[in-house]
């Protein structure tokens, strides 16, 4: 057997080749070799399909119409219907007996919500109590479809308290708008 000590540096020179050769080669194999594979069936693939459908412009707008057009749907409802069952829907998500629940025709103050026209109707729904119990309120009422979608939320702060040991009373406006079927 060779010892590395009697080689001359010429051996030791090819030596040194031959194995950044091979380290290169194991490389290739390790690291690189699944990568170029799947760059080049990436090129193929896009080379069939012509140019990315998702850039396209059109194509961005028929799907973003197509997503609108479902969530449409989502809150189209008969608006007799709307109109007779609003305030039990909503006072069945309102199950909290420190929540308030007031219904009234006109709109909200403050709050700017379009008139009702032929597809969009509006309804202003007041609640009053303190903040946990609104919150949830809020998230129990944004869960049921039939009351259309939440438009507009406006909450004022009661600074007026019989005792300091009181909570703060805190009355929201929620306006809900639904799209009329046609």
């Known amino acids: 057997m060779i010892k590395w000590k009697e080689i001359d540096y010429k051996k030791r020179n090819k030596l040194l080749y031959a194995g950044a050769g091979l380290m290169l ?4 194999i390790l690291a690189f070799q699944k990568t170029y594979n799947a760059y080049q069936i990436n090129k193929q693939l896009s080379a069939q399909v012509g140019n990315d459908v998702s ?18 749907k989502v809150y189209q409802t008969d608006s007799t219907s709307w109109n007779d069952n609003f305030l039990s829907n909503a006072s069945r998500a309102v199950n909290s007996p420190a929540i308030q629940v007031y219904f009234n025709n006109r709109p909200a103050k403050g709050v700017q919500l379009q008139s009702d026209t032929t597809a969009v109707r509006n309804k202003t729904l007041t609640i009053k109590g303190d903040y946990r119990a ?40 929620l306006g809900f708008k639904v799209l009329q079927l046609q």
């Open 55 to 72: 850039h396209n412009a059109q194509y961005q707008l028929v799907s973003k119409a197509k997503i609108m057009d479902s969530l449409a």
């Open 134 to 173: 609104i919150v949830q309120s809020i998230s129990e009422l944004e869960k049921i479809t039939t009351l259309g979608y939440l438009s507009a939320v406006n909450l004022k702060i009661d600074t007026k308290k019989v005792s300091p040991d009181q909570k703060k009373v805190i009355e929201g406006e």
């Open 25 to 28: 080669l194991l490389g290739w």
